[in-house]
Structure formats: structure tokens, C-alpha cells
């Protein structure tokens, strides 16, 4: 369903743009969600809050810790979610306990019935994924996994072929918030050789250049810790769609300037 | 839930071997527990130090030069030293295998020298480690001393308050600590911490893991390196013992490491294997199955899946998880687990150091203090043999037993 949707918007000769936020950050968290999907975005990732973030930096481990502070639950925000309409895919991201905690079948089906059908699960490498992707699949959920710098090019293969939805290509070896890394770029290009699934680069895009760079060899990119920096600073849903916006337009100015089908 | 593990080895599928705490296999799975939870970044160098270990562990080259260290700068083998004041009071066979009695005070010490001498056959400069109370920090920045390594430790800013003395030792040996703000400061964090830092240095850097947890192959090899515990105990049991071997072996867990290396080496013998948590971080008692830090144990945690935090009088047991392997011993009734609270344990501490002349470690007077209530509510048999391992020494928990007293 995810992939069906991103595969589209590719084809229109768009790069992907997938922003994030950490569920349950503030009381009208949602209205990020609102303000993104009204800003461009392709799809949107959720983050569910977990009490031990491992490949999380210092900003979404403290927007997690924020929320947490809140009171919030994964429950409690998949209620909020399925309350509202919002116009593009909803991925959630999380950490595998979470999913344990609850059973992965539940936890699938409760993430669909709240209408997220994407799920990111950071600590879970491929060699674990078995049951989840089954629960996941069940639901009508895509599972989508991570590759990294480090990845073998069998691995790699494995990986493309396994995820759904899209396929999170990790820019640096590091945690979310990096700096950019042009390993990513390497990365994704090894990627797109191996499938045709959308190749989405994640950690340490923070600019629209560095959304310009990283969409020379990828379909899109996933924007969190950047954004999420700014909310904790105070930033409003206004101020993050504006933005996101930003961001929209120098991708489609960018594929703009270049010929149908002429993409890298 | 059950899960399928799809065998992943760096070469060749290693299959587990039968028997009780024998090798899990390229899966690192002890029943459904252990496996290797970690993002995709550190599978690389999870994998590396799996095809090292083996490598290495099968070497006898390696073997013998571990021992030497061991014997050389740690100062093993340990004394077993039989208890005669308490066995009399308890009206049992009391057995000690002093770990208290190994260099910087410790059983930590044979995990660390092992893994350095590891790192340093993988050509990696640096160790990282995650410490709580200090020690698992002070034997990384003993072993990169010696080894000539550098060593990055990671503590949460909680537990340098707490343990000013240890983090001063580890700087006098050479070793960076650096502070951890997130999340609770303490151990949990530390090891999180540690394992972020470790995605972006993988090739110069061992992670120096201190316990019997973390991904595959952690705790496995770190239970292989503590084995020398056990299997020293049990040699010594033999010479001491008409019986020669125990009725009961006893150790207290907060990860599982002392425990582990001890209950290695009585595993096939009929001794019952009794693991001693503190009840402020009794994942057995009171967690759930969950997955932490690389690895599926029980683990405990708030009606949410949020990890809660341990809290004990004795730092070293102050963590949330259990090494997966003891969540299969328990499971398959190998072994049982108890807890102890911090109101029995100085208690304790305070006789073994009158009747014995020995100050153990808080963490090591858990296991005392169930023996005693063992024998005094006589559920152990009379004149029944009982071997405790003493993980370590007290000198750490001085201010703490100040403030208590």
C-alpha cells in the first residue's frame, strides 16, 4: 500500500519526501502530521516513542524522552491517530520491544486499524524479521528494513528484496541527527541496482542541499532529527509545514530542470 | 510468539551443540532467547567478532596466552576457600570461590583480558565499555593498559556521582570516561550509549561488553570467558570434596556474567544451580520477555513496554535485563532463580566479614545472604555442601555502608 503509493508518486517524476515526527511530542502533535501532508509530503513517519532509542541521537532521544515525560503510550496515540484523516501513507517507527510487548500480530493490526500501514523497527535486522514480516504482512502492513554503509553486497540483496513499502538506506554510520555522509549516496546507488523499489536516504538530511544531494542517487529522502530539533525548540506545526515546503520546492525545482525520465 | 531465526553465520552455518550451556550456534539462540537485535550498522561487526571468538576460542595458541595473562596479571586461579566459622553456624559445607581475590577486585577482570586480547588478534586500538558501578570500567582500563589499547568508557552521570573512586581509578589507568546525560544516567543508558558510539567507529573499536547480554556472540562468549571460574571451581570442589561435586552452586545476577561462568562449569554434574537477583532488579521475579540492548531476555518493564529501571543497594545488579541464557535455564528448570532484598544484604555482608575475615562485594553478599536464609529456614538440608561464588570484593561499597550504618 506504501510502496503502491510512493511507486506512483516516482513515477510522476518526483523525489520522495518523507518527514517525521516523534508521536505524542506536544498535545497537538497531530497537527504536524496535518501541516506535513498539506506541505508535500509523499508519506509520513510517526515515531512511537520507546524508553531506550539505540539508533536515536541526542534530538529524537530527547523528543522521545519528552513524550514519554507526557504520559503518552502507544496505545493512546494510535487512538489519536485513527482519529483524523490525513491524505498520505502514515509509516510508523519504533523499537522492536514495543512490538514484543504487545505480540507482533496485535501490534500490526492495531497500526493498521488506525490507518498506519508502514512500520520501521530500527533494532530488527533482516535475520530477525521473520515473524514480524509475517505478522506485518497478515495486516496489511509493509515492513520496511534498513541498509547501511557496512552492509555486504549479499546482504544488501537480501535486504532489497525483503523490505516493503521502500527501502531505508542509512547515510553514515552513526545514529539519527548525523552529519551527512556521502556513503549514503554510494549506498543508495547500490541499491537502486538491485531493485526497483523506492530507495529512501535517511540520517543527517537537514537541508534542502543536502535533500538535492541525496536525490542524485536515491528516490527521496526521510527528514527527522532536523525537524524535530526545531520542535523542541519550539517550533509550530506552521513553522515546520512552512518548512516542509521549503523543502518540496527545491526537490521539484530540481526534477524540474531536467528532462522526463533523464533522472540519474 | 515464536520466532523463526534465519541462520546468518560470517562463515558457514555453525549449528548449536547438544547439551546444556554448550555452544548456541550461529543464531545465538538459547531456546527463544539471545538472537542478535541490533541495527543493520553493527550486524557487520557483530558477525566479524563471532568469526574472530570462534577463530580465536579454537586456537590454542590464543588459549594459552590468555591464560598466562590470567594466571600472570589477573592472579588466577582463585582460592576456594571453605567457610568454617558460618558452615558451623549455618550447619552446612560452605564453599567460597574467591573472585574477590582477582586483580581490580572483581570476576570482571576474565572477561576483559579475554576480549582484549581479541580485539587486539582483530587489530582493533580502542576498547569501548559500558560500566555501572565502575567495575567492568576499571578491568576495560586495566586490560588496555596492558595491552596497549585506549579505552572509551561510557557511565551515566548518576553513577559517577555515585562511584567518584572508581572513575578516578579508571582515569589513573589511562581510560576516557565520558558522561552519559540520557535517559535514567545509569547503566541502562551507558550501555545504549556505548552501542551508538560503536556504530561510528566499528572498524578501530571492540565494544568490550561486560556481561553475559547484549547481541550474539556476547553472551555466549562472554559465558565462555568467565567459564574459568566454574571450571576451576569444580576442580577444586573435586580435591576438597568426598563427594566432588557440590549439592548447590550459587551466584547472584544482575547481568549474569560470575553466574554464568560459574554454572558453566557444574552444568553436567548434579548440583543445583540457584542464581541470586537483587529484587529491585529481578527481570526473572518480575519481568517480562522483551528485547534490549540486542537481545530477547526477560526484561523489565512498565505495562507499556517502557523499560523500568533496577534499583538495588548494589550497583552492579542495577539492570533492567538478564542474560538470555539464564531466561532459558530458568525455563528448562535447570537452574532456579531467587531474589534477595537490600535489607538482607548487609546483614549479610556484615557476617561473612565477622565470621569469615572477608568483605565481600554488596552484589556478592545477595548470594550469602539467600544461603543463610536457606539454611536457616531449612531448606537446605543439613550438613549439605554449597559452593557461593563471591563475584568480588567490598572496598567499592565503603561510603555505602557508611551511609547505611
Known amino acids: 500500500m506504501i510502496e503502491t503509493h510512493l511507486r506512483r508518486r516516482r513515477s510522476e517524476g518526483r523525489s520522495l519526501l518523507v518527514p517525521y515526527v516523534t508521536g505524542g511530542i506536544r498535545a497537538d502533535w497531530i497537527d504536524y502530521l496535518t501541516a506535513y501532508a498539506r506541505a508535500g509530503a509523499d508519506a509520513i513517519e510517526i515515531g512511537l516513542p520507546f524508553s531506550d532509542p539505540i539508533l536515536d541521537g541526542p534530538v529524537i532521544q ?75 504482512a497478515a495486516a496489511g502492513v509493509d515492513l520496511t528494513l534498513l541498509a547501511a554503509p557496512t552492509t555486504s553486497a549479499e546482504r544488501l ?36 541496482q538491485l531493485t526497483d523499489r523506492p530507495v529512501l536516504l535517511a ?34 506545526p506552521d513553522e515546520l509545514g512552512a518548512t516542509v515546503a521549503g523543502l518540496r520546492k527545491a526537490l521539484d525545482l530540481d526534477a524540474g530542470r531536467l528532462p522526463d525520465g533523464a533522472r540519474p | ?213 547484549g547481541p550474539h556472540p556476547y553472551p555466549w562468549m562472554v559465558r565462555e570467558l568467565q567459564r574459568v571460574v566454574g571450571d576451576e571451581a569444580r576442580r577444586q570442589c573435586a580435591a576438597e570434596l568426598s563427594t566432588g561435586t557440590p549439592d548447590y552452586v550459587v551466584a547472584c545476577i544482575g547481568g549474569g556474567s560470575n553466574a554464568a561462568g560459574t554454572f558453566a562449569g557444574f552444568a553436567d554434574t548434579g548440583a543445583q544451580l540457584v542464581g541470586v537477583e537483587a529484587e529491585g532488579g529481578a527481570a526473572v521475579a518480575f519481568g517480562q520477555v522483551g528485547v534490549l540492548h540486542g537481545f530477547r531476555s526477560y526484561l523489565l518493564q512498565d505495562e507499556n513496554g517502557q523499560v523500568t529501571e533496577a534499583h538495588s543497594i548494589a550497583a552492579g545488579l542495577d539492570y533492567p535485563g538478564i542474560g538470555p541464557e539464564h531466561a532459558h535455564l530458568r525455563d528448562t528448570g535447570r537452574a532456579r532463580y531467587v531474589t534477595v532484598g537490600d535489607a538482607e544484604v548487609i546483614p549479610a555482608l556484615q557476617r561473612l566479614a565477622r565470621t569469615e575475615g572477608i568483605l565481600c562485594a554488596l552484589e556478592s553478599a545477595h548470594a550469602i545472604a539467600w544461603v543463610i536464609r536457606a539454611a536457616e529456614s531449612g531448606e537446605l538440608p543439613p550438613w549439605s555442601t554449597v559452593l557461593v561464588t563471591l563475584s568480588g570484593r567490598g572496598d567499592k561499597d565503603m561510603a555505602t555502608l557508611m551511609e547505611a550504618s
Not at chain 1, 158 to 174: D, K, L, N, P, Q
Not at chain 1, 203 to 214: H, I, N, R, S
Open chain 1, 62 to 136: 530527547e523528543a522521545s524522552g519528552r513524550a514519554l515525560r507526557r504520559g503518552v503510550t502507544v496505545r493512546g496515540l494510535l487512538d489519536e491517530v485513527a482519529a483524523v484523516r490525513i491524505d498520505v501513507p502514515l509509516i510508523a517507527m519504533t523499537y522492536y520491544n514495543l512490538v514484543v510487548h504487545r505480540g507482533a500480530a496485535d501490534f500490526c493490526r492495531d497500526l493498521a486499524a488506525a490507518g498506519i500501514h508502514g512500520l520501521i523497527v530500527p533494532d530488527l535486522p533482516i535475520d530477525e524479521s521473520a515473524s514480524l514480516a509475517e505478522a506485518a
Open chain 1, 203 to 236: 540520517f543527517g538530511v537537514a537541508t534542502p542541499d543536502d535533500a538535492l544531494t541525496a536525490v542524485q542517487s536515491a528516490d527521496g529522502v526521510v527528514i527527522g532529527a532536523a525537524l524535530m530539533r526545531r520542535v523542541l525548540e519550539g517550533g509550530t
Open chain 2, 1 to 213: 510468539m515464536t520466532e523463526v531465526a534465519l541462520p546468518r553465520p560470517a562463515t558457514g552455518v555453525t549449528r548449536p551443540a547438544a547439551g546444556v550451556m554448550s555452544d548456541p550456534g550461529s543464531s545465538g539462540r538459547f531456546g527463544e532467547y539471545g538472537g542478535r537485535y541490533v541495527p543493520e550498522s553493527l550486524i557487520p561487526a557483530c558477525a566479524e567478532l563471532e568469526e574472530a571468538f570462534r577463530d580465536a576460542w579454537a586456537d590454542p595458541r590464543f588459549r594459552r596466552d590468555l591464560d598466562r595473562l590470567l594466571a600472570v596479571h589477573a592472579g588466577r586461579p582463585t582460592a576456594l576457600t571453605p567457610a568454617w566459622r558460618l558452615s558451623e553456624e549455618l550447619g552446612i559445607n560452605l564453599l567460597l570461590k574467591r573472585e574477590d581475590l582477582a586483580h581490580t577486585g572483581s570476576h570482571k577482570i576474565n572477561n576483559v583480558l579475554g576480549q582484549a586480547l581479541l580485539a587486539k588478534r582483530m587489530g582493533k586500538t580502542r576498547l569501548l565499555a559500558e560500566t555501572g558501578a565502575g567495575q567492568h570500567g576499571v578491568a576495560t582500563a586495566t586490560a588496555a593498559a596492558l595491552l596497549g589499547l585506549d579505552a572509551t568508557v561510557f557511565m551515566g552521570e548518576v553513577d559517577i556521582e555515585r562511584q567518584a573512586l572508581n572513575v578516578f581509578r579508571m582515569k589513573m589507568l589511562g581510560a576516557e570516561v565520558i558522561p552519559v546525560t540520557s535517559g535514567t544516567r545509569t547503566l541502562k543508558d551507558s550501555t545504549s550509549e556505548a552501542l551508538r558510539h560503536w556504530v561510528t567507529c566499528v572498524d578501530e573499536a571492540h565494544y568490550c561488553l561486560g556481561s553475559v547480554m
Open chain 1, 157 to 192: 540483496a537480501e535486504i532489497a528484496a525483503a523490505s516493503r513499502g521502500f527501502v531505508y538506506a542509512v547515510s553514515t554510520m552513526g545514529t539519527t541527527g548525523a552529519q551527512f555522509a556521502a556513503s549514503g549516496g554510494r549506498l543508495a546507488a547500490d541499491l537502486r
